[in-house]
């Protein structure tokens, strides 16, 4: 038995003690250790059998996990057996930290942790890979038509379904960039649920969904798809406790578990929601034939990595862009002639040293025969020493000029071109971004910038180098016998060939060199961000494999453009060989009347030049191998801009009261796509509240980025009376407050978060962070500094919300969006942000996106979308008297109507 296997098990066997497995005495893993010297890749079969030894339960003793140096959870216990299980508390309790405690992505410090059965997982921030909807939901689950149907059907995915083009094979891109947020969440839910597992862990998966998809996909997934097993279900609204068979409530690290009948003794002033038996589901006929179970089926489906890659040779716009970028054609010109005079002097050594050794002979021939050495003679072997002398002294500092003058123009070149990518995807549209996978992105800056960087210039250099020596290497043999210029001839017409049919080949294999890699960075980047997802559906291996075809493809074409340039470079030394082996014959088997030290000059510099030719074709053929990646560069400089610097700068107190107005506003991402905003026209007058509501994908995230000019919108906004698209986005931008449904926070301290260009002082953020309520007991934040780090304030999604409001008030601008502010966050949290918002924001013009309608029934308006268009547009009291509107039957499915 190797001592590997012995670890591995051993290891294995004190961790499921540890997490407080019963029932598997050290006779049981004697008989795994034996199994595993046997076959080893029966260790493997250990996991399904503590998953089939009993029956599916959590159970949680004495727990405590620490997490940093800070206590998250203290010694609690519970057991699950059946049902469903809701986890709440207030924000920064510790609930997303017991999932992951239950998915065995974290370790506890004290007691024990059982889960027995299979599970699955749904993240409070949905993961959804590069792939189809289809493989988006099996995640390698074999397929079963009638499963799948009916979880699209549970989890309201039909009609979206249906209406994505290409239906179950519509390719989700990079981070679901092209589909709505309650999209993602559904769909993330879909493949927890799919999974025939015996214990769902769901982290508050449906926040990011309007009431009526809520409520029909907790009662048709949740409880009815789900029954019989143990589904655990973190959630802040409290419309659901009284439908839990229990609830666990945790606060302060610790938690309380309650039964149905004290949930219903507690929660019985909570009025049961009406929902409508609908749904938008047709089945329809489908084949039942297997299929496979890979992420992505290259042979049906199309590569969402896939880069545009150009054919042809590179063209000659790329070498003039980037000569100008590097300092222009007058500093080039003025490179190429001290290359010139540098290689001139070299040159002008070798003959030295031909004149040196003939007069040398000349000496020793005098000396031999006691004849006295001329003045003249001595005169000439002086002169040519001290000459050979300052011709090596002005090489060495005119080749040091010269690399120096070279590389600090391939330098500048590199630097201006990377600033201008920089510049160039900064200020790409924003539709630049949802179809370019990060991947692409990071290749360009990675691989392609390192070849501009590092190996460009040596080729240039290595070039020129060799190519004005091997002028001079002509030169000198043609002194030595005009007819060594015909092997030499036909040894450069003969390479010349050789490149012309080695060019084609060599500069397509280096592009599918680089290319291929932006699919193996993406896909790293994408498993690396569902990495817990990964691990709860164990699904390792297969995410591994799929890695494993991308680095294949990768590792292939490199290894396949190297091959080839050293095939290249064999048969041209095979050439040199021959060329050589002419130049030795001429002198061994002809007549001849030349000196010692021209034979020696011929010969050296035959061997010379064979290597010249060798390795400076082959650099040249490098050149344009490596001028690929410039290429690549440059397209990434193209891309297409906003118009930043288009319209006027508006005075700093701009806008003074906040009016926005839309004139029949529509809008839509490329003149192809189908219009996501539909003729919007409306009134926000000056420091009006207005809830903007709707069913998932209706439009109102993106009625929300038309006010910032994301994207080019059809119709007029304006905003006192201005309309935006002739003012400066800059201008735009800096005046309106947004705080989105996933808050941004950067690596940095609270300080860089708050106040990154240093406008405030301490007291006025503190303020903010005091009137955001982050400082209360409420809110459970850890923020004693402002210079302490984001990681080390360990902030929980709803903490990040509420330091995203601590920047709003500090900015004090005039319009501020709220997009789902309170969907993270508990009813004490929720009262305490509403208090916040009503007392900072008096005066400002107020947009709130909301799925909870009870944080919307008390402003002054609330917009109803539907596909794009506004189908109710008025307060809410006027509306509720709509007996058939849309936006009465929201509230009345809410429970929120007496």
Known sequence: MSEKIFRDCTSVRDSVYCHGWEGFNDDFFHHVLVCASLNPSMFKLLDFVFRINENAKVNVRNTTVEIRGHTVLKGISFEVNNGLTIISGPIGSG????????????????????????????????????????????????FDRNRYE?????????????????????????????????????????????????????????????????????????????????????????????????????????????????????????????????????????????????????????????EEKKSGKVEKAVYKKYIKLGGGYFLGVFIILFFIVTHTCKS??????????????????????????????????????????????????LSVITATLLFNFTRTASNRLQNLMVRSIMGALMYFHDVTPIGSIINRFSKDLTVIDEQLPFVVYDFLEILFSFCGVVILLACVNLLFLIPVSVIIIIMYLMRKIYIPIGRNLQRMDVS??????????????????????????????????HQDLYTSANYTSKCCARAFGYFLDLWCSIFIATIVARFVFLDHDITVGEIGLAITQAYTLTGFVQYGIRQWAEIENKM??????????????????????????????????????????????????????????????????????????????????????????????MDIKYLQLKTIRQKITIIPQEPVLFTGTIRDNLDPFGDYDDHEIWSAIEKAGLRSAESGSNITSLEITIDDAKLSSAQKQLLSIARAVLLKNKIVIFDELTAN??????????????????????????HKLETIVGLDKVMVLEHGAIVEYNTPAMLLEEKNGV????????????
């Open 348 to 397: 002008y050594s070798e003959k030295m040293v031909s004149n040196w050794v003939n007069l040398e002979e000349n000496i020793s021939l005098y000396k031999h025969e006691n004849i006295k050495i001329s003045d003249d003679l001595m005169t000439r072997y002086n002169f040519t020493l001290i000459l050979y002398s300052c011709l090596i002294l002005g090489t060495v500092v």
């Open 95 to 142: 609930k997303t930290t017991l999932l992951r405690l239950l998915l065995n992505d974290i370790s506890c410090k004290e007691g024990s942790v059982l889960v027995n059965g299979r599970v699955s997982y749904a993240p409070q921030e949905p993961w959804v890979f590069p792939s189809t909807l289809k493989q988006n939901i099996l995640l390698g689950e074999k």
């Open 150 to 306: 009916e979880v699209l059907k549970v989890c309201a995915l039909t009609l979206d379904r249906d209406r994505l083009p290409g239906g179950d094979d519509f390719m989700v891109k990079e981070q679901g960039s092209n589909i709505s947020s309650g999209q993602k969440a559904r769909i993330s839910l879909a493949r927890a649920a799919y999974r025939n597992s015996d214990v769902y862990l769901l982290d508050d998966c449906l926040r990011s969904l309007d009431i009526h998809v809520q409520e029909y996909v907790f009662k048709e997934c949740l409880q009815r798809f789900m029954t019989g097993k143990i589904c655990i279900f973190v959630t802040q609204n409290n419309n659901f406790f009284y439908k839990a068979d229990g609830i666990l409530w945790i606060e302060n690290g610790v938690v309380q578990m309650k039964s149905r009948g004290v949930i219903n003794a507690e929660k019985q002033h909570v009025k049961e929601p009406v929902m409508e038996e609908k749904c938008d589901v047709t089945l329809g006929d489908y084949d039942e034939a297997d299929e496979s179970t890979k992420l992505l089926d290259s042979k049906q489906k199309p590569n969402v990595y896939c």
């Open 628 to 721: 690929t990646s410039v290429e690549r560069a440059l397209e990434y400089t193209k891309a297409e801009q906003e118009r930043n610097d288009m319209g006027i700068l508006s005075s700093l107190n701009w806008p003074i009261k906040g009016k926005i107005q839309f004139v029949d506003v529509s809008l839509r991402y490329c003149s192809t796509d189908s219009y996501l905003l539909k003729n919007l026209n409306f009134t926000i007058n000056p420091a009006e509240k207005i809830g903007i509501v709707g069913r998932t994908g209706a439009g109102k995230s993106t009625l929300i980025t038309t006010l910032f000019r994301l994207y080019d919108h059809e119709g007029e906004i304006r905003i006192d009376d």
């Open 887 to 898: 936006f009465y039957n929201m509230v009345k499915s809410s429970g929120l109507l007496k």
């Open 516 to 549: 291929s890699r932006s699919p193996m960075i993406g896909y790293l980047n994408a498993s690396l961000e569902g990495l817990t997802t990964i691990r709860a559906f164990r699904v390792e291996d297969l995410l591994t494999k799929e890695f494993d075809r």
């Open 825 to 850: 966050m508990d009813e004490v949290t929720e009262k305490l942000v509403t208090d916040v918002v009503k007392e900072n924001f008096k005066s400002c013009t107020l947009l709130v996106v909301a």
